[in-house]
């Protein structure tokens, strides 16, 4: 079992930068893959970004590349996602989920699940 909370999401102007964080305990965190997803009112939920379990290797979702970095800090059992130039179209709440498959973007492929942080880009 690994448990998922993220924070650090709040109001933010277009073209502003925010971090998010997740932090992760439980059964060895640094055993899984971490991935970002986000969900958008009226939205499906997609894939962001998604990291291995040492930090060493990243894979991102067309819609961000260029703009969101993910990192790991596994001293700390966090993940961040930084994200930069901002759109509204960025609004949505932000989860990070734990997968045991590397280079996923597949949401039935990851196991845990945070709660969610809303990020809401105003124009």
């Known amino acids: 079992q690994v448990q998922l909370v993220e924070s650090g999401g709040t109001l933010v102007q277009a073209g502003g930068s925010l971090r998010v964080s997740c932090v992760a305990s439980?059964?060895?965190?640094?055993?899984?893959?971490i991935g970002w997803f986000r969900q958008a009112p009226g939205k499906e939920r997609e894939f962001v970004v998604g990291?291995?379990?040492?930090?060493?290797?990243?894979w991102y979702g067309d819609s961000v590349k260029g703009r969101f970095t993910i990192s790991r800090d596994n001293a700390k059992n966090t993940v961040y996602l930084q994200m930069n130039s901002l759109k509204p179209e960025d609004t949505a709440v932000y989860y990070c989920?734990?997968?045991?498959?590397?280079?996923?973007?597949?949401?039935?492929?990851?196991?845990?699940w945070g709660q969610g942080t809303q990020v809401t880009v105003s124009s």
């Open positions: 990291t291995s379990g040492s930090g060493d290797r990243t």
């Open positions: 989920a734990a997968s045991g498959v590397m280079y996923s973007s597949l949401q039935s492929q990851y196991d845990y």
């Open positions: 439980g059964r060895t965190p640094s055993r899984y893959a």
